[in-house]
C-alpha cells in the first residue's frame, strides 16, 4: 500500500491532470486529408534536408541545449522548467531493456530518468528530450513525444534536429499506413531519401538483433494495461497521437 502511494504522490498523479489541449488552450485540429498531406510533404522535405552521418554526440552538449530547449518552452505548454542539476543515470540491466526494447524510462520514485547504453548516437539526443519531459510532469507518451521533438527540432545542433526527425518517422509511417491509400503512401515512402531510409533500417535492424519476442511481449502487455488504467485509454498506440499533437501546434 505504501508503494502504491509513493507512486503518485511522488509523481503518479501526473497522470490525472488535465489533458493538452485543455491545459495549454491549443484548439484540436479535425483531421483534414489535405491538412495530413501537407503536413507529410514538409515532414518529409524537413527530414530529408536534416540528415547527416551520425557517429558520435556530444552528450554535455546535448544536456545544456535539451535543457535550454525546454526553459524557452516551458511557458507555453504549462511544463516545470529543468533545473540544472537534472542528468540521466544509466540503467542497471541494460540486455534486459533492450530485450524488450526500452530506450529510457522515468523512474517515479525518486523523479530521475534513465537511458539505455545501449542508445544509438543518433536516438541519444532525442531519448534524453523525451525522458525529460516525463521528469517535468509529463505523462503521456504523445506528450511527450512532441516536446521531445520541437525541443531537437529548433537546435543549432544539427545531430540533435536529425535525430528529432528520425526519431519522429515511424509514428508517421503509422499515421500515413493508415490514413493514405496504398499507391498514395507507396509514392510517398519514395520521397524519403536512401540515406535517411538507409540510417531507419539499420536502427531497426540494431534493436531487432537486441529484442526478445517472449519477455518484449509480456512487457508490451504489462505496459499497455499499466496506461490505461493510469489515464491513457490508448495504452501504447498513445505514442503514435504526437502526429495530431504535432499538427493542432503547428
Not at 540503467?91 to 526500452?102: C, D, E, H, N
Not at 518484449?216 to 493510469?230: D, M, P, R, V
Request: aromatic share 16%.
Amino acid at each position: 500500500m505504501w508503494v502504491y502511494a509513493w507512486f503518485y504522490l511522488a509523481w503518479g498523479l501526473n497522470y490525472f491532470r488535465q489533458d493538452f489541449f485543455t491545459r495549454t488552450g491549443i484548439p484540436y485540429a479535425v483531421y483534414s486529408a489535405d491538412t495530413f498531406r501537407s503536413f507529410l510533404s514538409a515532414y518529409t522535405d524537413s527530414l530529408n534536408a536534416s540528415f547527416l552521418p551520425v557517429e558520435e554526440v556530444d552528450r554535455a552538449l546535448v544536456a545544456e541545449e535539451i535543457r535550454k530547449g525546454y526553459c524557452e518552452i516551458a511557458g507555453r505548454f504549462s511544463l516545470v522548467a529543468p533545473a540544472r542539476h537534472l542528468h540521466p543515470k544509466p540503467m542497471l540491466v541494460p540486455s534486459l531493456m533492450s530485450g524488450v526494447g526500452v530506450l529510457g524510462y522515468m523512474g517515479p520514485f525518486f523523479s530521475e530518468y534513465n537511458l539505455n547504453p545501449d542508445l544509438l548516437p543518433v536516438q541519444y539526443p532525442f531519448t534524453y528530450a523525451h525522458e525529460m519531459a516525463h521528469v517535468l510532469g509529463i505523462s503521456s507518451e504523445a506528450e511527450a513525444n512532441l516536446y521531445g521533438f520541437l525541443v531537437c527540432s529548433r537546435s543549432d545542433v544539427p545531430e540533435i534536429r536529425f535525430s528529432a526527425y528520425l526519431a519522429l518517422l515511424p509514428y508517421v509511417l503509422s499515421n500515413a499506413f493508415q490514413l493514405l491509400p496504398e499507391d498514395e503512401f507507396n509514392r510517398w515512402k519514395e520521397t524519403i531519401s536512401p540515406e535517411v531510409k538507409d540510417v531507419y533500417n539499420r536502427k531497426t535492424a540494431y534493436w531487432e538483433d537486441l529484442y526478445n519476442p517472449l519477455i518484449g511481449e509480456i512487457q508490451s502487455t504489462a505496459y499497455n494495461w499499466f496506461l490505461k488504467g493510469n489515464n491513457i485509454p490508448s495504452g501504447r498506440k498513445n505514442y503514435s497521437e504526437v502526429v495530431a499533437l504535432l499538427m493542432a501546434v503547428k
